[in-house]
């Protein structure tokens, strides 16, 4: 894990690997960003031609390695660009530095210690660029080495010190015990995502709940088959009951005081999901591991919530199955019996999310939370609609799904509040049973918040999260966010704990 630490040192003073520096995009080429100001003596005040002449702009996810000159400690320059230079107060927005910070941290893997000369104002700068270094630094290596404990390859950046910071100020301190934790608890979450769905079945899954459960004083519990199977939670039941590895429902308490406010978060965990009998055609199935993406969301947003002390109740629900073909799987055309007492045909077992959902989210109303919240790779239709990077958000309050899409915006993920159209409910309409779990095929990712909506308990605040497009990056890296397993909305769950705890939801 990358060590973190903050440092009064200069940058010329400081022993390190390397020296990170910023520089944004101006008019006539490449500017140095505040920070770097000591880097740029050592240059004799040439540190952008410099740059401009290696054809550095300072464009974001650009980075270049320079030898250092006389005068400074690190044998190494690294200039990464933040984007456009500020046009008024010369300041730099957190996801420039959060990205920037990502992306020094990506390109000096293998070096032990890096000294972070980027432009710190305020301890929120510090924060973003801490969180940015954090999970750019992120490898995911449990699998390889051949046999070999220390791996084949060169480990991430080792620590990360952040000049310009004040390590006795406790604005400062917070920020950065924040980033670490938040960044930890997201490279977990990461780690979960990315194991192959052979070990991690829905029972190790609740193993790793609760083994953290104990670390951090959260209360875990877990209900395996034959309590599913007793308490009535059909569609968790019947998702999993095609698979060796039976499913399992697991709650996650962490309570700051009885008093406080409550907020329920919900996590679709399919840890391997093949269709089942309506099974995923060639080539839609190799990172179907993903599909527990928002159970890991919620777990780690949890843990977060629990390590940072925030003054609200917090309940993480993880429903989790495996959803495979075979002589005991859901047919299309079974009807299904949820924990709320409603039929539900199954129409398509590949749309198996907002059944296991369905059955934790009518778990959760019944405690009366304040706000629901459920997370979920749930449906292509929101990749198609808004693309790779961002994820659709859903409610059933209007100033709810803004407040959620607003949060997002705050801590630097992308999210677009998408709606619920009344009309489009029709085509769930089943002679059968109560609702069929599809409907209209144009709007299928609306279709499917319709479907989650109706097992939200009366009265209760809910929105939803359709993470499908962000939750797993197949391209080449790019800022802070690795290929594989992104830890996508959990940086929204926890600061929407925050606000709800701080009574800044409206």
């Given at each position: 894990?990358?060590?973190?630490?903050?440092?009064?040192?200069?940058?010329?003073?400081?022993?390190?690997?390397?020296?990170?520096?910023?520089?944004?995009?101006?008019?006539?080429?490449?500017?140095?960003?505040?920070?770097?100001?000591?880097?740029?003596?050592?240059?004799?005040?040439?540190?952008?031609?410099?740059?401009?002449?290696?054809?550095?702009?300072?464009?974001?996810?650009?980075?270049?390695?320079?030898?250092?000159?006389?005068?400074?400690?690190?044998?190494?320059?690294?200039?990464?660009?933040l984007g456009a230079a500020p046009e008024k107060d010369g300041t730099y927005g957190a996801e420039a530095l959060r990205r920037a910070a990502g992306t020094a941290a990506r390109a000096l893997t293998g070096a032990k210690k890096a000294a972070f000369a980027l432009p710190i104002a305020s301890p929120e700068d510090a924060s973003a660029i801490a969180e940015g270094a954090l999970l750019g630094a992120y490898a995911f290596t449990?699998?390889?080495?051949?046999?070999?404990?220390?791996?084949?390859?060169?480990?991430?950046?080792?620590?990360?010190?952040?000049?310009?910071?004040?390590?006795?100020?406790?604005?400062?301190?917070?920020?950065?015990?924040?980033?670490?934790?938040?960044?930890?608890?997201?490279?977990?979450?990461?780690?979960?995502?990315?194991?192959?769905?052979?070990?991690?079945?829905?029972?190790?899954?609740?193993?790793?709940?609760?083994?953290?459960?104990?670390?951090?004083?959260?209360?875990?519990?877990?209900?395996?088959?034959?309590?599913?199977?007793?308490?009535?939670?059909?569609?968790?039941?019947?998702?999993?009951?095609?698979?060796?590895?039976?499913?399992?429902?697991?709650?996650?308490?962490?309570?700051?005081?009885?008093?406080?406010?409550?907020?329920?978060?919900?996590?679709?965990?399919?840890?391997?999901?093949?269709?089942?009998?309506?099974?995923?055609?060639?080539?839609?199935?190799?990172?179907?591991?993903?599909?527990?993406?928002?159970?890991?969301?919620?777990?780690?947003?949890?843990?977060?919530?629990?390590?940072?002390?925030?003054?609200?109740?917090?309940?993480?629900?993880?429903?989790?199955?495996?959803?495979?073909?075979?002589?005991?799987?859901?047919?299309?055309?079974?009807?299904?019996?949820?924990?709320?007492?409603?039929?539900?045909?199954?129409?398509?077992?590949?749309?198996?999310?907002?059944?296991?959902?369905?059955?934790?989210?009518?778990?959760?109303?019944?405690?009366?939370?304040?706000?629901?919240?459920?997370?979920?790779?749930?449906?292509?239709?929101?990749?198609?609609?808004?693309?790779?990077?961002?994820?659709?958000?859903?409610?059933?309050?209007?100033?709810?799904?803004?407040?959620?899409?607003?949060?997002?915006?705050?801590?630097?993920?992308?999210?677009?509040?998408?709606?619920?159209?009344?009309?489009?409910?029709?085509?769930?309409?089943?002679?059968?049973?109560?609702?069929?779990?599809?409907?209209?095929?144009?709007?299928?990712?609306?279709?499917?918040?319709?479907?989650?909506?109706?097992?939200?308990?009366?009265g209760i605040t809910w929105a939803h999260l359709d993470i499908a497009g962000p939750a797993f990056h197949e391209g080449a890296p790019y800022g802070y966010t690795p290929k594989g397993g992104t830890g996508s909305s959990v940086r929204t769950l926890v600061r929407l704990a925050e606000r709800l705890g701080e009574d800044d939801l409206g």
């Open positions: 894990m990358t060590a973190l630490t903050l440092s009064t040192a200069g940058a010329a003073t400081l022993r390190a690997d390397a020296v990170v520096v910023g520089i944004a995009k101006g008019a006539k080429g490449p500017v140095i960003a505040p920070g770097a100001e000591a880097v740029d003596t050592a240059f004799e005040g040439k540190l952008a031609s410099v740059l401009d002449t290696l054809g550095a702009s300072g464009a974001e996810g650009e980075a270049t390695k320079l030898p250092s000159p006389a005068g400074l400690k690190a044998p190494l320059v690294l200039a990464v660009g449990a699998y390889q080495g051949g046999g070999d404990t220390k791996g084949s390859g060169k480990g991430p950046l080792a620590e990360v010190a952040l000049l310009g910071t004040k390590p006795r100020d406790k604005a400062f301190k917070a920020a950065a015990e924040r980033a670490l934790a938040l960044t930890e608890e997201i490279n977990r979450a990461r780690d979960l995502i990315n194991t192959p769905p052979n070990d991690l079945t829905p029972e190790a899954f609740a193993a790793v709940a609760s083994a953290a459960g104990k670390e951090h004083g959260i209360k875990v519990q877990i209900l395996d088959e034959k309590a599913l199977v007793k308490g009535g939670f059909g569609g968790i039941v019947g998702v999993g009951q095609g698979s060796a590895n039976p499913p399992r429902l697991v709650k996650l308490t962490y309570t700051h005081d009885k008093d406080a406010k409550h907020l329920a978060l919900v996590g679709k965990g399919i840890t391997y999901d093949s269709g089942g009998i309506s099974l995923k055609p060639a080539g839609h199935n190799e990172t179907m591991k993903c599909d527990m993406s928002g159970a890991a969301a919620v777990f780690a947003a949890v843990v977060a919530a629990a390590r940072l002390g925030l003054p609200v109740n917090v309940t993480g629900w993880l429903a989790l199955a495996e959803n495979m073909p075979s002589g005991s799987a859901t047919r299309p055309g079974d009807v299904l019996r949820m924990y709320s007492g409603k039929t539900v045909e199954v129409l398509n077992t590949d749309a198996e999310g907002r059944l296991v959902l369905a059955d934790a989210l009518w778990k959760a109303s019944e405690e009366k939370p304040d706000a629901i919240v459920d997370v979920a790779t749930l449906t292509g239709a929101m990749v198609l609609a808004l693309g790779n990077r961002t994820f659709g958000v859903m409610a059933n309050d209007d100033a709810f799904r803004t407040a959620v899409h607003e949060t997002a915006e705050q801590v630097g993920e992308q999210s677009w509040p998408m709606p619920l159209p009344a009309e489009l409910r029709k085509g769930m309409d089943s002679p059968t049973a109560d609702i069929a779990n599809m409907g209209e095929r144009m709007g299928g990712g609306l279709v499917a918040g319709l479907f989650l909506q109706e097992f939200v308990g009366e």
